[in-house]
């Protein structure tokens, strides 16, 4: 289908057009690719423009440089310029946070009437990681891993990652990645059925946009009404899910725990959890 062109770059995220043909590329390289407000509002808006432009028939979501992403920023916490919202109590609102920032995002993949692409090019990590399975299909170069970070700062999985991680690989093993908080590489998680493919390093990018190019190819319509079979059973769902998820998470906000998860993040040391 020839060269992709630069047709968007608000320093956060760049979109790269090719006739039909769409990638979205998280671009925050020198922080894998972390979430903070900026990257959260540039993307919903790349994936609403996208879905709403006739002339898109496929869309990629991937990662600039060696990550898809780290999940989200902690240092935007104390991010001045565009700080994450608080509480009355002064406590970070997760909540608020999941139902602004993220949410519309996972929200949007799942509904967006065309076939989305998931190539995650490395490290998918806590919010980064529900994001990416909220695509169609989620293909990763083999030096890529997936992590449920969130146990090991105190809080629970969100970004959907609760609902589409047992859906794809079974309670027995979300539980595993959710309560033990360890990678699981890319070779595993083809084993395990949590992707779809896995390519060499040196050969993923080509991959990638094979598989996007025949997508946005192939029977736009049909891939439309195949996604909204799929969502059928399970939209319902995702929303549900993803409004438990914001709750359970603002519980988690109010812990010590959590207090003590991401002063050892900020700290480099083994966290020391009191259970409280």
Sequence with gaps: MGDYELT?????????RNGPATKIELHRPEVMNAFNGALCRETLAALQEAGADDDVRAIMLTGAGAAFSSGADLQSFSDSDDPPPVTDKGLPDLRRSLQERYNPIVET???????????????????????????????????????????NIGLVPDGGASLFVPERIGVTRAAEMAMLGEKVPADKALDWGLVNAVHPDADFASAADALLERLATGPTQSYAGTKRLLN?????????????EADVQQEMAGTQDFVEGVMSFAQKRQAAFSGR
């Excluded at 968007?8 to 790269?16: E, I, K, S, Y």
């Excluded at 980064?128 to 992590?147: H, K, N, R």
């Design 109 to 151: 993949l799942r509904s967006v009437p065309k076939p989305v692409l998931s190539a995650v090019n490395g490290p998918c990590v806590g919010v980064g990681l529900g994001i990416a399975l909220a695509g169609d299909l989620v293909i990763a170069a083999e030096s890529a891993y997936f992590l449920l970070a969130f146990v």
């Design 8 to 16: 968007r770059d608000t320093g956060t995220v760049r979109v790269w």
């Design 232 to 244: 059928a059973a399970s939209m319902s769902r995702t929303t549900q899910q993803l409004a438990l």
